[in-house]
């Protein structure tokens, strides 16, 4: 079974099982990480947003021009940033890792 890290804001850093074909926020809220997901995927919001670690930003498809969109909402946008329940599992992402932004809103 593929795996990803959630590194959260404080530096810690969270090793989960990640399925193929969950959402990054599913396997978020399977592991009691904390993200938001506040529509549940249907790109409605950007409680989801986390930034993926350079060396796997592009290894993921190409956000869809409604993430783009959400993701400008987004607080603390940064180059690699994504919405969590757009990035989908697969054997391709074994060892994904992203960072779970911090909940401060002045940054950026
Ligand atoms: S959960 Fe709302 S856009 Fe991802």
Known sequence: MPKMTFINPDGSE???????GLSVLEIAHKNDVDLEGACEGSLACSTC???VAEEWFDKLAEPEEEEEDMLDLAF??????RLGCQIIMSDDLDGLK?????ETRNIG
């Open 76 to 81: 603390g946008l940064q180059q690699t940033s």
């Open 98 to 102: 992203v960072h779970v932004p911090s």
């Open 49 to 51: 947003h986390v930034i």
């Open 14 to 20: 969270k090793e989960v099982e990640a399925p193929n």
